[in-house]
Nanobody, 128 residues
């Protein structure tokens, strides 16, 4: 049974940083296609960052490029998202997702419908 558990959300001031983690069980992150999504109230779920199998490629939404960094820790079977220079438009529930199928071109896998497993989400709040 696949389980994804996010942690690390919270409240931070505008311009600040947070680190989100996603601990996986039931699948090996190193062999999978993994992503972070976010959803703000009244908005569609947005693909924020994707990391391909083996970390060969990464994709970032234009809204977070240069500020967020996706990474994996294969030894801990964990995926991370470093959020930096947080802006008022960044608050949302952040979700980690896994395809349970390899991918090698991260930019082609930013749609939520392509993912089969989801975490419960972690809230990120930005105060001015």
């Amino acid at each position: 049974q696949v389980q994804l558990v996010e942690s690390g959300g919270g409240s931070v001031q505008s311009g600040g940083s947070l680190r989100l983690s996603c601990a996986a069980s039931g699948l090996a992150i190193s062999g999978d296609c993994m992503a972070w999504f976010r959803q703000a109230p009244g908005k569609e779920r947005e693909g924020v960052a994707v990391i391909s199998t083996g970390g060969i490629s990464t994709y970032y939404a234009d809204s977070v490029k240069g500020r967020f960094t996706i990474s994996v820790d294969n030894a801990k079977n964990t995926m991370n998202l470093q959020l930096g220079s947080l802006k008022p438009e960044d608050p949302a529930v952040y979700y980690c997702a896994a395809r349970a199928v390899p991918c090698y071109s991260a930019s082609k896998f930013s749609r939520a419908s392509l993912y089969n497993y989801w975490g419960q989400g972690t809230q990120v709040t930005v105060s001015s």
